[in-house]
Each structure stands twice: as C-alpha cells, then as structure tokens.
C-alpha cells in the first residue's frame, strides 16, 4: 500500500502497467511461508501440551452438555447515517474522517449481507466452516481489496468484498487445537472492525483509518495452547490486496503475535499483534521503487479489553506503525470507557491521540477512487490532502447506542448520535486552514434476516 508522502514523488505518472498476473512470486512466497508457520506451531504447541494436559481436562468435564452445532445461517444489516461539522468545511471534507468524512449529508454506508457457518466452540474433533460477506455503500471506498471491485465505480457508492474464506479447526495441537482461517479475511488487528454493528462509535479512530490494516488475503493459524494463551501466525499478500495485481509489490507478508484470556479472574483479555511486510509499489522509478520488496512496513497493535463490571468496560488500544522504505513512523493510544445505562442505552467515550511523524499516514481524498489509487501506487484524480509535516492529532468522543426494545419488525434497530471534537497542531482541517473542528454524527443500523 502507497502513502500520502509517496503521490508527490509519483505525480508525473500518467500511465501505470499492471502488475503480473496468475502464479506469481508472491503466491508461491504464501505457500512456503505458511507452510513454515505452522510448523513452528505445532513445534511449540509439541512442547507445551503434554504439561497442560492435566490442567484442560477438569474444562472439558465440567462442560455443559451438548448443543446442537452450528449450521449455515444468513444476516443482513443496512447503515446510514450523517456527519455534521462546525467549521462547514470547503469542499464538504471532514479532515481526519475517512468513513464519516463528507459534511452534511446523509450517506449509505453499509448495506451488508453475509452467509456462515461458524465453527463449533465445543468440537472436539475436526471441523469446518466459512464465512462470504460482501456489502453496498459509501465506506467500501476505503475498504475495498486490491484487485477486487476496486476502480470500476467511480461513483461514492460502491460495492466490496469483506470476507470470503474457509475455516478449519484441529482437535490437535494444542489444549484447544489449532484453528486455520483460508482466503479473504478481516485484519484481527485493532479495536475497530469494518462491521458497523460491531463498533461502539459511529466514527472511527485515527488508528483504524491510518494506523491498521483493514483486510488480507491468504492464511492465518490460531493455536489454543492452552485455555489462557493463543499464539497467531499467518502469510498474507499485503495490507487490504489480493494474490495478483494487489498493491503492484510481489512480496509476501505476515502477522504474528499473542492473545492472553481469562486474566484477573477472567475480566481481561489482551491481544498483541504485528502485520509486517513490503507494502510499496516495486515497479521501476519512475513507477514504483527499486527496492519496494525489501523494505518493510512494520504496523503493531495491543489492544487490552478490560470488564470491570458488567455495566463498565475499558478498551486501551496502542498502535505503531513504520515503513523502512521512507524511513518514517506513526502511532497512538485510544483509551474507550463504554457504560451500560439500561438494556436499551450505551453511552461511550474515546479519547484518543495519534502522532503521524512526517506527515506521511493522515490524509482526507475527495476524490471517490483515490485513497485505492494510492494504495497502488497511482496517479490520484483529485489529490489527497494533509499538512504534509509531522503532526499530532487528537480526538474525543462522546456516543450513546440506543437499542429500543419491543419493536416488531424494526427489532434490533439502532440509533447511534455522537458529538467529536478533533484538535491538530498544526492546520489540518477546513481545507488546511483551521486547527480544530466539531462534529456531530448520528448512524441508524437496521438487521435483518438471520
């Protein structure tokens, strides 16, 4: 994936030849690497099991008694919603917003569906499922996979590819055994999801929208270890591509990592992981870098989901990023505090601060196609804009999620408002010309189906 920093190198390229298709280095790359993750899986998991055998045994006796196993089920949900900013911006572009970033109007974000069958938690031999979830709507312009659906709708709206992939579960290695994810997949990295229902804020973080991958394409292992530890290892092809034209780089990446559950007294989860490989276009300057296949970019995440009671949960969220070709690096800290008032009401607050060190991460893209074309590494229609300098963003939110109750048919809906305030060091909103903004934004999600 390009940068901001990179269109000002590219901006004499008016034409860019696609990148290989069919079996590339970059597939073949996948197959060994994956093949190579596992296998250090099963090693450790060799190690560790035969201790902990004892210790998941009393789990499995004390289990409740059989349910019947998860089928094939179907879902369905449609967002919309709208972002109002106090500055009435020129150009209508809410700086530091990516999925809420047009002023006053109303948009379609999401129109989802998906179809899945989930894996049985209480397996205790091989299993399978999977999971196809696509959607209809504005914020597909920044969700989009390499590849996939990407350019050919010029207009706001668009259609994305979220999930497509297969999932296998091992009785062994492993306390818990290994779970084994195949194909097109959402990033487990970070606090935030694409899913809109799955969120407790109708904005997004800096750190989901310049801080974290979103989607990958190619395998991710999760080895239960024992009831406490998961160890994460997978290769994919890059952040948000797929296996052939991509982001125009041939090289594999990867995620590894750790998830601690059940600590203090079972009130705490933390999940560490870390994305890394070449992300910038390699074809030959002036198209691309020579040495774009060798230069990682490094993006690590912690977030730490702590129920202090079963009103009151805090999230801590930290986040860093950096990309050895440019030789620059970006990070932050979100801290939520979400309190149940009533069944029917949540209210939840964000603070959050993000330093993006040389202006090369955050950026706003009015243009309907260009946050893809810099991901590829391509001339933008209509630029991208930010202080092009190092600058420290902060932002605080405040929301509340109202699930009325007793609703027919509209059963389920959800009304979220909420009030945000973004403040920058340097001039980064309105068009670069003020330092701060207020915004108020309020999102109706409907399910169906399911």
């Known amino acids: 994936m390009a940068s901001v920093r990179e269109i000002e190198v590219d901006c004499p390229l008016a034409t860019r030849a696609p990148a290989p298709r069919g079996r590339t280095t970059k597939t073949i790359l996948l197959a060994a690497t994956a093949a190579a993750a596992i296998s250090l899986m099963v090693g450790l998991s060799a190690i560790a099991t035969p201790a902990l055998a004892q210790e998941a045994a009393p789990a499995a006796d004390a289990a409740a008694a059989p349910t019947e196993p998860p089928g094939i089920k179907w879902s369905a949900y449609v967002e919309a919603g709208a972002t109002f900013n106090s500055n009435g911006p020129t150009g209508g572009t809410n700086y530091g917003h990516l999925f809420t970033d047009k002023t006053n109007q109303l948009v379609l974000n999401q129109l989802s569906g998906t179809v899945s069958k989930d894996l049985d938690p209480k397996a205790e031999g091989f ?25 050919g709708i010029k207009e706001r709206t668009q259609f994305d590819l979220v999930e497509a992939n297969v999932l296998l579960h091992f009785p062994s290695p ?3 055994g290994l779970d084994l994810k195949v194909g097109a997949y959402s990033t487990p990295l970070g606090a935030e999801v694409i899913a809109a229902p799955s969120n407790l804020l109708y904005s997004h973080s800096y750190i989901f929208n310049f801080g974290l991958p979103l989607k990958h394409t190619g395998a991710l ?8 530890i998961d160890l994460y290892g997978g ?9 052939s034209d991509g982001d125009n780089n041939g090289a594999a990446a990867g995620i590894f990592g750790i998830g601690l559950n059940n600590l203090v007294d079972g009130k705490l989860t933390v999940l560490a992981l870390t994305h890394v490989g070449p992300e910038n276009p390699s074809l030959k300057a002036p198209l691309g870098y020579a040495d774009a296949n060798h230069e990682n970019r490094w993006i690590s995440d912690i977030t730490a989901t702590f129920k202090a009671t079963d009103e009151l949960t805090l999230i801590t969220e930290l986040n860093y990023i950096k990309d050895d070709l440019f ?3 970006g990070g932050g800290i979100a801290q939520y505090v979400s309190y149940t008032l009533s069944p029917e009401l949540t209210a939840t607050l964000r603070a959050e601060w993000w330093r993006d060190g040389h202006g090369f991460f955050v950026a706003a893209f009015p243009g309907n196609r260009d946050f893809v074309f810099l991901e590829k590494g391509e001339p933008l229609e209509k630029g991208a804009i930010g202080p092009g300098v190092g600058t420290s963003y902060g932002e605080l939110t405040l929301g509340v999620t109202w699930k009325p109750a007793d609703l027919g048919l509209l059963d389920g809906l959800t ?23 207020f915004t108020f934004g309020v999102d109706l999600i409907l399910p169906f189906g399911g």
């Not at 979830?133 to 390499?146: C, E, I, K, S, V």
């Open 127 to 151: 299993d399978w499922g999977f999971k196809v979830q696509g959607f209809y709507g504005t914020d597909a312009r920044y969700t989009h996979f390499l590849g996939i659906l990407d350019t």
């Open 174 to 176: 492993g306390a818990g």
């Open 221 to 228: 292992a999760t080895l239960h270890l024992t009831p406490d």
């Open 415 to 437: 009304l979220r408002p909420e009030v945000r305030y973004d403040k920058a060091n340097h001039a980064a909103y309105d068009n670069l010309t003020k330092d701060d903004q």
């Open 235 to 243: 290769v994919d092809s890059g952040v948000n591509t797929t296996l």
């Open 327 to 329: 030789n620059v690096d």
